[in-house]
T-cell receptor
Framework: GAGVSQSPSNKVTEKGKDVELRCDPISGHTALYWYRQSLGQGLEFLIYFQGNSAPDKSGLPSDRFSAERTGGSVSTLTIQRTQQEDSAVYLC???????????????FGEGSWLTVV | QQQVKQSPQSLIVQKGGISIINCAYENTAFDYFPWYQQFPGKGPALLIAIRPDVSEKKEGRFTISFNKSAKQFSLHIMDSQPGDSATYFCAASRAGSNYKLTFGKGTLLTVNP
């Protein structure tokens, strides 16, 4: 596809269950980002992948959250033992160049809406 | 600690009017200030961005004004149109960590026809 693709678009899960959210970045993009958008809040940085470098995981809110990026392309965000406060829209984004490069643009997907009941 | 404060929370403007959204930041290490536009059910899209070496940047009807000494920046939408109705987010990041955007809480703009 032409844009960043995320699945599922909506997920309702029971408290305590594990969930996996998938992101397909734009083809050829080297940088991949995960952000979280809670109701009434701005976006919150979670994790950044750049090429083969070690990811910056400093935004992950707890050790229940993890993410991987396989083959420099698809990424999966996993939330273990989900809690109600995890309910949010999880946004994936990608960019062609390393973040901070002049002219680089970050493209966001439409997000995965997670509801923990 | 909220590092980027955005106001107003919501804004209603008549078609053809000027929409103004303000942001203030605390971290003087920030060196990149983008604005994002988000329509319901969609991801944010980059609208316009500025670096602190200039005080103003204009792209079509959208202008960023930047005041480094006051640590403030604002988005002006000239000749506002109903199609501009969306949520607008300001953001900031610092050199070496430009992937780690710190966002404001957003402004819901409604442009009445």
């Amino acid at each position: 596809g032409a844009g960043v693709s995320q699945s599922p678009s909506n997920k309702v899960t029971e408290k305590g269950k594990d969930v996996e959210l998938r992101c397909d970045p734009i083809s050829g993009h080297t940088a991949l980002y995960w952000y979280r958008q809670s109701l009434g809040q701005g976006l919150e940085f979670l994790i950044y992948f750049q090429g083969n470098s070690a990811p910056d995981k400093s935004g992950l809110p707890s050790d229940r959250f993890s993410a991987e990026r396989t083959g420099g392309s698809v990424s999966t965000l996993t939330i273990q033992r989900t809690q109600q406060e995890d309910s949010a829209v999880y946004l994936c984004a990608s960019s062609l160049l390393r973040a901070g490069t002049a002219g680089n643009t970050i493209y966001f997907g439409e997000g995965s809406w997670l509801t923990v009941v | 600690q909220q590092q980027v404060k955005q106001s107003p929370q919501s804004l209603i403007v008549q078609k053809g009017g000027i929409s103004i959204i303000n942001c203030a930041y605390e971290n003087t290490a920030f060196d990149y200030f983008p604005w994002y536009q988000q329509f319901p059910g969609k991801g944010p899209a980059l609208l316009i961005a500025i670096r602190p070496d200039v005080s103003e940047k204009k792209e079509g009807r959208f202008t960023i004004s930047f005041n480094k000494s006051a640590k403030q920046f604002s988005l002006h939408i000239m000749d506002s149109q109903p199609g501009d109705s969306a949520t607008y987010f300001c953001a900031a990041s610092r050199a070496g960590s430009n992937y780690k955007l710190t966002f404001g809480k957003g402004t819901l703009l409604t442009v009445n026809p």
